[in-house]
């Protein structure tokens, strides 16, 4: 660990914070602030980064893993300008093009000739053209022979070439170059989705005494402290203290005191609390659902690169075609042309350029995907899962209310309006102000014993497709309140267009009772309904689903069930609170969850086009400089041209809409 002293130079680091809420970024310096790697951290949370400073000695990565440790999911912005390598690579970018056409001019019209042009042209190879040089030497050691090494043979290509012949075409290996870098750029802005899946089951925990201290080391009955904004470390009983708790997969904050258990993982939204813990090592009975997300999660990357096959393939036949042109013919132009032929700028500029297009166009509808592996998992789709009854509705207006023996609807009215919260379940309408909470049957029954003819009324209430919430004031059970429940308007022409899309099933996972469900799906055209499942029912179902289809399931950000199987994850109207970065796409409504299946069918269709166009064209070019029917200048220019029709056909995802 490097050592905090006044003649320790810190280095600034930029973080993306995927915990947005204001009370996680606090406690996230915090923690910060007592790790050996950071001098210092500054929270930004509205825009959602980390600026930190790392002392010699430390990377970036080393940050990621402490703040894992602690349950803070955190990845270092990837974005060009946030970085020394970033930096440094938008200003060979510059200077790249600016000795591009410096070359150009002078080939031309004379601007610079003789050894100042070659000098030109040695600078785009060795100082612009040196991370790639660089990647090939060193795969070259390795015996890895594929795209780096076809890039590095075609930068290279015009020097000797042009020290022989005229005109000179220095400018050709500044072109290679430029797009290149310019698809190095892009990936940078197209930030990694988070890897490190196991971060809500923090592995580091705070002792009795305030010192951070690793879980392996705990026992059974030792003392842990959890502060607000924190995750509870380990499965355990408070012994100390009180606070809203929200356990992982669950919108509802949970009021705890002394004697209240609590789940490893829980995240401690207000006060603070010691626990004891129940188990050695800090073991936790949700360690089955953190494996089951890191095995479901994992990234889905395929249309990276040309497979390594086809790299081989094309490396091949191009030291074939420059050694038929070089032996047969000694025809050292048409030599030239086969290498600017075989780069593979395809597969550089084909994935970056598409993924680009398709974000900004998911952005510009107000949803966005994690990844291109979340892309390519969502394109697979071909079921769909609606995952609980919030994920399709958008309103509840009071319908009906039951007092109970000894109170007024007045009483019961006053709980429904000290709700402030936006879930039209009520899902998290426990411990509001003034001490009311909504709760639903299961909850309510946990509470109190709840008489017959009041369970009476609210199944009248469910048989008319309402939803039911029985009010409480503290532990009194005040009565019970019925609410009718709206959908989006357009969300049935949205069903019905994932059908023409070729989605064979979609279905409504839903906690509520038969009725409500019932009328929540016919509302929204959804034919097939699965009411009264709870969390992990419908996390076994949705992983048993998955095992047989290719499904995406789309919920609000609360619940875990869709991220802990496997099957693409959509958040729908709020960030996944403590599991931000899991899901492969976030948007606004569940009328979207259609139109971002649709733009990532597109985006790998175009992805996948550039990929093919790229390969054939590579193969043809080749063939056609072997034939010696071109010359280095066209070659060159079909080339550009090969790039420009690439760039067209990803740049059309930008005009997607998502309705």
């Not at 190095?184 to 705070?206: V, W």
């Amino acid at each position: 660990m490097p050592i905090k002293t006044p003649s320790s130079r810190p280095r600034w680091h930029i973080f993306r914070i995927l915990a947005f809420e204001e009370r996680r970024a606090e406690a996230l310096k915090e923690y910060l602030d007592g790790r050996d790697e950071v001098s210092l951290a500054k929270v930004n949370y509205k825009d959602h980064t980390l600026i930190a400073s790392l002392l010699p000695g430390a990377e970036g990565r080393d940050v990621e893993e402490a703040a894992t440790a602690g349950g803070f999911p955190l990845v270092e912005s990837r974005a060009p300008l946030d970085s020394p390598e970033g930096r440094l690579e938008v200003a060979l970018l510059g200077l790249t093009a600016l000795a591009t056409i410096i070359s150009f001019l002078g080939t031309y019209y004379g601007v610079v000739t003789g050894d100042a042009a070659m000098l030109l042209g040695a600078f785009m190879v060795f100082i612009c053209g040196y991370p790639i040089l660089k990647k090939a030497i060193r795969d070259a050691l390795e015996m890895k022979f594929g795209s780096e090494m076809l890039l590095a043979l075609a930068i290279m290509a015009p020097l000797p070439y042009s020290y022989q012949f005229t005109p000179s075409v220095y400018y050709a290996s500044g072109i290679i170059v430029l797009i290149a870098q310019a698809s190095s750029i892009l990936n940078r802005c197209i930030e990694p989705r988070f890897r490190d899946m196991g971060f809500f089951l923090p592995t580091m925990a705070l002792g009795e005494n305030g010192g951070w201290v690793s879980l392996e080391g705990v026992k059974a009955g030792d003392v842990l402290r959890v502060k607000p904004g924190f995750r509870v470390p380990a499965d355990g009983t408070v012994v100390e203290g009180e606070g809203l708790v929200a356990r992982p997969g669950s919108c509802k904050g949970t009021r705890v005191k002394a004697g209240s258990m609590v789940d490893g993982g829980s995240l401690l939204l207000e006060g603070e609390v010691k626990v004891k813990a129940a188990r050695d090592k800090g073991e936790s009975r949700l360690k089955r659902a953190a494996l089951a997300m890191e095995e479901a999660r994992r990234p889905i990357e395929v249309l990276l690169s040309y497979p390594k096959s086809i790299e081989r393939a094309l490396l091949l036949v191009t030291v074939m075609g420059v050694s038929f042109v070089l032996i047969f013919f000694n025809n050292m132009m048409s030599a030239v042309a086969v290498l600017l032929a075989a780069a593979p700028i395809a597969a550089l500029i084909s994935r970056p350029l598409s993924l680009f297009a398709c974000s900004l166009a998911a952005s510009r509808n107000g949803a966005g995907f994690m990844s291109h592996g979340s892309i390519e998992r969502m394109s697979m789709a071909d079921t769909v899962a609606f995952d609980g009854l919030g994920s399709v509705v958008d309103g509840a207006s009071l319908a009906g209310i039951a007092a109970a023996e000894g109170h007024s609807d007045g009483d019961v009215k006053a709980a429904v309006e000290a709700y402030r919260g936006d879930d039209p379940t009520f899902g998290d309408a426990i411990g509001m102000e003034g001490g009311y909470s909504l709760l639903s049957l299961t909850d309510a029954s946990r509470a109190t014993a709840i008489h017959d003819s009041l369970i009476s009324k609210a199944r009248a209430f469910e048989s008319q497709g309402k939803l039911v919430r029985y009010a409480f004031k503290g532990d009194e059970l005040l009565g019970v309140v019925a609410f009718d429940l709206s959908v989006p308007g357009d969300l049935k022409a949205s069903v019905e267009r994932l059908g023409r899309m070729g989605v064979k099933s979609v279905l409504l996972l839903s906690e509520e009772p038969q009725g409500v469900s019932e009328a929540m799906a016919k509302k929204a055209g959804i034919s097939v309904v699965k009411p009264r499942m709870d969390d992990e029912e419908r996390l076994e179902f949705i992983a048993k689903l998955a095992a047989s289809k290719n499904v995406l399931a789309a919920g609000r950000g609360c619940g875990i069930s869709r991220l802990a199987a496997n099957a693409a994850a959509v958040t729908i109207k709020e960030p996944a609170v403590g599991f931000e970065g899991l899901e492969d796409a976030v948007c606004a409504s569940p009328v979207n969850v259609a139109g971002l299946l649709s733009l990532s069918r597109k985006e790998v269709k175009r992805a996948s086009e550039g990929m093919s166009f790229g390969f054939y064209f590579n193969s043809i070019a080749i063939v056609v400089a072997a034939a010696m029917l071109v010359d280095v200048e066209i070659m060159l220019l079909m080339v550009v041209a090969s790039v420009a029709v690439i760039a067209t056909n990803s740049a059309r995802l930008c005009l997607s809409r998502l309705k």
